[in-house]
């Protein structure tokens, strides 16, 4: 089995669609803003379909298990960020921090207790988070599209219910490990 399949070349495209996204969020006019949303969709649907088709194909790799969450969790950061850049009044600094914290300290977590041979599974939790979070950018991001209220009213509410899940779930990710450990 190649390590280039088609679900990790999914996830480095996810890869590749995050310079293209800060681009053309550097200036969002309502046509790149338009751009942005497609591009930020797709790459978002990428996240759902590579490990789809890597567990139906038999195709998961040890690349592919480093590049699927790195990919993700570079999507999400950079979105976050060019967003606080653009508008902190939609996306405080703060949460950004929050959710980018917990990205990482999720991730040390689950590469900590690889080393010490402890799976610990995606919870529920956080993939209803990973929902929230592209709700939101999406709805922010097509608010310089659409020039509307609705799309900054629901990217907010998706931004906190995104915060709130992140803590949740990464709070659930550090029990699960403590309990295995004992």
Request: with cysteine.
């Amino acid at each position: 089995m190649s390590i280039m399949n088609i679900p990790n070349l999914l996830s480095v495209s996810r890869l590749l669609a995050v310079p293209i996204f800060i681009i053309l969020m550097m200036d969002p006019t309502p046509t790149r803003g338009l751009w942005a949303g497609i591009v930020f969709g797709i790459a978002s649907v990428t996240d759902w379909l590579d490990g789809h088709l890597a567990r139906k194909w038999g195709q998961v790799t040890k690349l592919g298990k480093l590049l699927d969450p790195v990919a993700d969790k570079i999507l999400i950061a950079s979105a976050l960020i060019m967003l606080v850049e653009i508008d902190a009044s939609k996306v405080p600094a703060w949460i950004a921090i929050i959710i980018i914290c917990r990205e990482i300290a999720v991730t040390g977590l689950r590469a900590m207790a690889a080393g010490d041979g402890i799976v610990i599974p995606a919870e529920t939790m956080g993939k209803y988070k990973v929902g929230a979070q592209v709700i939101a950018v999406m709805s922010f991001v097509l608010n310089y599209a659409i020039r509307a209220q609705w799309p900054n009213d629901l990217g907010k509410t998706a931004l906190w219910i995104a915060m709130f899940l992140a803590v949740y779930s990464g709070v659930q990710y550090f029990v699960a490990y403590w309990r295995k450990l004992g």
